[in-house]
């Protein structure tokens, strides 16, 4: 796509075709040293093979003096400040360090003023490397069906976006001819006509790049390091489409097609667009996230869009330039959907995990009156019952030992009033409860990956029955296609012979006019010829007579006699036969005078037959070639609409497929929304899930951590902290 016309006097360029006439002479027409004499890659007729563009032509030429190749690009319109630009890209691309490079996608190239002659006149060249590589599409032909492979080739144009944008340069027409894969899987750019640098700002753009691969809000006016940011989208977003879905490659790109999987009219109307719904509504959340994101970005302006290559997580750590590291990460407001920066579902703040309480003792604390009074009194018991048993009282020993038990009573009594076990009680029974009411996370997992299992096999069987639907409507559209195809050709084959037997027919009905005319002639003139006026030898007037009140008057009257046979006399008689071909038997006229007859009526008719009309008349030969002229346009007009019939069926047939395939669209995109929000909801419980775990783990720790506390605050350590406060 080219920027509208430039202003002003334009220098005239020659032809391809100039070009390649003067490059049968390179020894003639260049001077520059390592073009002069070189070899041009010919066509079959021995031409300089051309690749035609929309400024230049370009040809491949090897050199006589370093044998090596070069891709020669003559240019055929002028483009504004053309030297000044190519010299600004040229020294800007002599800078780059190779080793700061995710791969060695730039070609180096030289750009030659008044190299060539051409004529009287002498022109500029760019002498460019030759990349021995194929194009994107071509090696997407052969190569869609290795998912590892087309991944990969994402990654390293991922990584190529990365190190245009920390150079602060686009390539301004990114797009499938002009991305070449070279035999090791790494790409290479050519074609830097609308390529801007740094030093070319606050200049024009010269084009605005392929069509198929452009945001609908590009303007004229759009020159700068943004100019590939929508194009990386789209391609980036086909290759991650393809890599996940190699069957996407033959349902949606068409052979020798002008883009990959998307077209100019998807991002124009998005909302009817086939191809993105398809994408929108892939079970793959890569992508139907980057086509949610490409859909969102087709509205915006350009210098608002996100960087492809800051936008993504690092896909390569070693494929990134250290300049991209220190790149500034652009604002969330660039519109970047939530799932590319925390994934589908924004996980919540994770609840603090639960400990025992700060305020729950580790021992006892400050001892009180109850404890004073348990400590000064156990003693003294204890001391009581020793003095019993030593002076003998007359006591029993229940009697003797009852104030040691009172000591024991009384210091299990105290420590129970202590506030440090009721705390700990407490909160061991509040973290028990809470425990309680989680569920198992191991049993929670398995039934999630149990529910997400049986859905994404759900999710698959509808994908392969939308995929088989959309095949069988397209086959039952080329069925149709086929028949009317068939139909049209057996309309015009059997009209095309009914138009070249006109001519026969016209000649068969001149023929058969004539021998009508001939017949009236005949018989009239028969009718003319009375039996009583010349009879024939034998036929008297009685006869005739006879013969007329039979109805023999003319030799028009009859056609012949039949012999027959008299049983009376047994002799042979004769019958007249009419022209009517009834028979009569006439008295008087026998066989003799019966042949007597028939020779005279052949006589008769030999002799008009002798002066009957030979031709047809101009009126009457006339009429019938009208007639046929007219048979002959109608047949003409038939035929010129079998082709308008035909299209009316290809019409339909082809609005049915449409209707089919929207009707397709419509319910996989309301299935893929459904899905969508189950998965959202998947994501939501797993993160809940996951939540729910460290909570588990945090509370099962905190409950033993409460009990070991408890255990600690044993009768023991209670009378070790009566006596010496610890």
Known sequence: MNVGPVTGPQRQFPSGAKYAEALQHTQLCFQHPELVGARPELTKLGLPRAISGAFASVFSLTSAVSGRRYAIKCFTRNVPDQERRYQAISARLARLNPGELSQPWNLGFEY???????????????????????????????????????????????????????????????????????????????????????????????????????????????????????????????????????????????????????????????????????????????????????????????????????????????????????????????????????????????????????????????????????????????????????????????????????????IVFARSRRAERAELRATLSKLTGELGRLDDPVKAAEKLHKERARFDAGEAKRTAALTKAQAKLTAHYQADLKEAEKRKARKERDLDRQIDGLAEELRKSLAQALTNKQSTYVRDQLGRQLISQSPPPGIGPKLASRLAAAGIRTAADFKGYRPVQNTHYNSTGAVLVLSSGRVVDVNGIGEAKAIALDVWRKRVVASVEARQPTSLGMSERQSIEEDIARRRAQLVAWRKGVEPETEALRVKARKQKEVGLERLNRENSLAGDRARQQRQEFAQRATTLQQNSVLHEALSAAVETARLRLRRLSLGCYVRFLYIAR
């Open 112 to 410: 030659l003023t008044d190299a060539i002659s051409v004529g009287p006149h002498r022109y500029p060249v760019l002498k460019m490397e030759w990349a021995e590589a194929v194009t994107l599409s071509s090696w997407l032909d052969h190569n869609h069906a290795r998912p590892s492979a087309v991944d990969r080739l994402a990654e390293r144009f991922e990584a190529l976006t990365r190190d245009l944008d920390a150079l602060d340069i686009a390539h301004g027409d990114l797009q499938h001819g002009n991305l070449l894969v070279a035999s090791d899987d790494t790409l290479r750019l050519v074609d830097y006509d609308g390529m801007f640098v740094p030093e070319l700002a606050g200049m024009s753009g010269t084009e605005r790049g392929h069509r198929n691969y452009q945001s609908p809000m590009r303007g004229n006016d759009d020159f700068g390091a943004e100019l590939d940011r929508f194009s990386a989208w789209v391609i980036f977003l086909s290759l991650k489409a393809i890599a996940s879905d190699p069957g996407l490659w033959s349902r949606l790109h068409e052979p020798s097609g002008e883009f990959l999987l998307l077209t100019e009219d998807d991002f124009k109307s998005p909302g009817s667009s086939m191809r993105l719904q398809t994408l929108l509504a892939h079970p793959d959340r890569t992508v139907s996230g980057l086509a949610d994101q490409l859909r969102s970005l087709a509205a915006q302006p350009l210098d608002v869009l996100p960087p492809l290559a800051l936008a993504l997580p690092k896909q390569r750590a070693t494929a990134t330039t250290s300049a991209t590291a220190n790149a500034p990460v652009p604002p969330a407001a660039g519109g970047l959907p939530s799932w590319m920066m925390t994934g589908h579902v924004s996980p919540e703040a994770a609840p603090p995990p639960p400990q025992p309480s700060d305020a729950a003792p580790d021992g006892f604390r400050t001892r009180t009156l109850l404890d004073v009074a348990a400590a000064g009194l156990c003693p003294l018991m204890v001391i009581a019952t020793v003095i019993i048993c030593v002076a003998g009282f007359p006591v029993s020993p229940i009697e003797a030992g009852m104030p040691g038990f009172v000591a024991v009573a009384l």
